[in-house]
């Protein structure tokens, strides 16, 4: 398969894919967030993981889209 | 490691002091003096080891190890018309030593550029006002090492729905850095002493959209654009071409990424979590990659839990990588980088959480000890290891 119809079947799965989960929402009242409120439910990255990332950004081509360092800073050795 | 938990608790000692003045609040009053929310010490010691190194053209050791303490204090403030004021002061420090930056000089054994410090501080300020579910930050913050300059500044808007289950947030930063132009020795005109510079500039733009999905269930989406331009090669970069000459690393002076990620958290049961991530990457380079991570904290007791986890990651190559030796002159652009070229990676590991009710080892305020060990492993015969300890106060 070429890699331009591999991304539009990534992007058509991921679309599809979001549709159904918004689709699904139910409203969530504030006394009803218990677990969602949960420190390990958290959807940024923790303070913990910060220098995981910056190595990852140094040492992997890619970087961005996760909280992390995404410029400055060298990190180049 | 002995370094680590010495810092750390030193840290703690110094902060314990400071914690012990902050009064709980038990009722729903919200004072309206700036007082101190929660304080966080992260410290890290991260060593690696391969037989790719740019600095030598991708040959020669890998080997650095690192050891970064951050100190991150929280204040908080509540206006009278119940607008919530948050100061985020942030202070990092790194020392590394590189077994590859000391080859920049090739004679040396213990370099100059053997071992650096960097400091890293930052402010930020974020208004929120609850009632409209809307926050406004402002952020800058400030790289500095021997060679590299960085000052960054942000801004982000936030906004919630209706029915407060879902946010869209907009950021946007910049970062204007500067670095001193470090030959490889051999390659430095005779006699010269200092060291040029040059400039090279990040921009970011960033959406978000966060929606809870039910009450176990919340998703984020989540969309940057970077755009790069000045100098994006590293001039202690070398590269040997076929014919056996030697260069500084070339590559085109803008670079435009785009990442898209999308996470996930699901409480399943009463004890078990599932925190998921993929992204998807792409970059005018000729590099796409995948990422996928998943970490299941398990809750042991209501004050304790691990989280095993695991990612993996995969990247095509640059256009302009090329091994040792393999370069031509014919070559517009080259580097001889193993970051850039392909592989894929896993990085596995286990995180360790105790959060007990009247605080850690009976302390009152010590709300957090978090412990953090990841091992990675590259394609490319790269592997290194990392270990992270965070203690928070509140």
């Known amino acids: 398969m070429k890699k331009t119809n591999q991304k539009r079947l990534l992007l058509a799965c991921g679309i599809v894919l979001s549709t159904m989960l918004f689709a699904s929402c139910s409203p969530v009242k504030e006394y009803q967030k218990g677990k969602i409120n949960d420190s390990e439910m958290v959807l940024s990255n923790r303070k913990i993981e910060k220098t995981e990332l910056s190595f990852q950004s140094y040492r992997e081509g890619a970087s961005g889209a996760n909280s992390g360092k995404s410029g400055g800073g060298c990190g180049c050795n | 490691m002995k370094r680590i938990f010495i810092s750390g608790f030193a840290l703690l000692a110094l902060f314990q002091l400071k914690a012990q003045n902050v009064a709980k609040d038990t009722t729903n009053y919200e004072s309206r003096k700036l007082k101190v929310e929660e304080v966080n010490l992260v410290s890290s010691y991260y060593t690696q080891d391969g037989n790719n190194s740019a600095v030598t053209g991708g040959i020669g050791s890998e080997h650095l190890t690192d050891i970064a303490n951050t100190i991150d204090v929280k204040l908080v403030k509540y206006g009278q018309t119940g607008i919530r004021h948050t100061f985020d002061v942030e202070a990092g420090i790194d020392h590394y030593t590189s077994a590859s930056s000391d080859m920049i000089d090739l004679s040396a ?188 904290p398990v809750k042991l007791t209501q004050a304790f839990s691990l989280s095993p986890f695991y990612r993996y990651y995969t990247q095509s190559g640059t256009k302009y990588f090329k091994p040792y030796g393999e370069h031509t002159s014919a070559d517009e652009f080259y580097t001889s980088n193993y970051d850039l070229s392909k592989f894929n990676s896993g990085f596995f590991g286990m995180g360790m959480k105790l959060t007990p009710p009247e605080g850690v080892f009976g302390v009152k305020h010590w709300n957090t000890l978090e412990l953090r060990y990841g091992h990675y492993t590259r394609t490319t015969n790269m592997v290194s290891d990392i270990v992270s300890l965070n203690i928070k106060f509140r």
Request: a negative charge; hydrophobic letters at 30%; zero cysteines.
């Open chain 2, 109 to 296: 054994n213990s370099s100059a550029s053997s071992s650096d410090i960097r400091f890293y501080p930052s402010l930020s300020y974020l208004r929120e006002n609850i009632d409209k579910g809307r926050s406004l930050g402002i952020g800058v913050s400030s790289s500095s090492e021997f060679d590299y300059q960085s000052f960054g500044a942000n801004l982000s808007f936030s906004q919630k729905t209706k029915d407060r289950n879902g946010e869209f947030t907009a950021k946007f930063q910049t970062f204007i850095d500067q670095l001193k132009l470090i030959e490889p020795i051999e390659l430095r005109t005779y006699g010269s002493e200092g060291y040029g510079t040059a400039g090279r500039n990040t921009f970011v733009g960033t959406l978000s959209y966060s929606q809870i999905i039910n009450k176990e269930l919340q998703i984020m989406l989540v969309g940057d654009i970077i755009s790069q331009s000045g100098y994006l090669s590293l001039p202690f970069h070398r590269v040997y071409f076929a014919d056996g000459s030697v260069h500084q690393e070339k590559m085109p002076d803008t670079r435009l990424k785009i990442p898209l990620g999308i996470r996930a958290s699901y409480f399943l049961g009463d004890n078990l979590i599932l925190r998921a991530y993929y992204r998807y990457y792409t970059d005018d380079w000729g590099i796409n990659s995948h990422t996928a991570d998943l970490e299941i």
